[in-house]
């Protein structure tokens, strides 16, 4: 167990629906970090919060947005959704930005 | 932007052997290259790490060594057990700057008993 929740564990959509990730880092984690794992792309970064602000962007579609609250957990909210969306969508987090991360379980989304 | 290149893409080992991984990065100002191992339907999991400002590291049966001249580093397993079959990322990053990490596109190592 990494320390790192994530809901939920499996999500089936049809396009065009919008869905939200759930993330809570690890306790004293500051940083959060969202990856998209396919089969033809791999492991690909999206986006990072530190303590509520984003700190770097990746290849993140326009139709993908996320955000960290106060409270240090993120969502990653996902819209107009296509059938090349069907992916593990995973979050890890560090105590800061120079410090190693531990993954999250993901979320595997399925598009209908 | 960096790109991680990893070879082989594939590797079959006998129990007991080693099994070394390879990857080649393009920005030479990426200071920190962590390798991960994911098992089938599980999350990436942290095996060894190594910043810029070493050679080599060890932890136990996993060695992982950097050379930055050539801008590559290897992953080292010895005496391979069944249950290090799964599949093994590295990754490059830019410690200072946000810590994205950019992977390697993997290599299933299956170790056979």
């Known amino acids: 167990d990494s320390g790192v929740t994530q809901t939920p564990k499996h999500l089936i959509t049809a396009t065009g629906q919008r869905v939200t990730l759930r993330c809570s880092p690890r306790s004293g984690d500051l940083s959060v970090y969202w990856y998209q794992q396919s089969l033809d792309q791999g492991l690909q970064f999206l986006i990072q919060y530190y303590n509520g602000e984003e700190r770097a962007k990746g290849n993140i579609l326009e139709r993908f947005s996320a955000q960290q609250f106060p409270d240090l957990h993120s969502e990653l909210n996902l819209s107009s959704l296509e059938l090349g969306d069907s992916a593990l969508y995973f979050c890890a987090s560090s105590p800061g930005g120079d410090q190693p991360q531990h993954f999250g379980d993901g979320t595997r989304l399925s598009i209908l | 932007g960096e790109n991680v290149e990893q070879h082989p893409s594939t590797l079959s080992v006998q129990e007991g052997d080693s099994a070394v991984i390879k990857c080649t990065y393009s920005?030479?100002?990426?200071?920190?290259f962590p390798w991960y191992k994911q098992e089938l339907g599980k999350r990436p999991q942290l095996i060894i790490d190594i910043r810029s400002n070493v050679g080599e590291k060890k932890d136990q049966r996993i060695a992982v060594t950097l050379n930055k001249t050539a801008k590559h580093f290897s992953l080292h397993i010895t005496e391979t057990q069944p249950e290090d079959s799964a599949v093994y990322f590295c990754?490059?990053?830019?410690w200072g700057y946000g810590n994205k990490l950019v992977f390697g596109a993997g290599t299933i190592l299956r170790v056979k008993s």
């Open positions: 920005d030479s100002a990426s200071n920190y």
């Open positions: 990754a490059a990053a830019l």
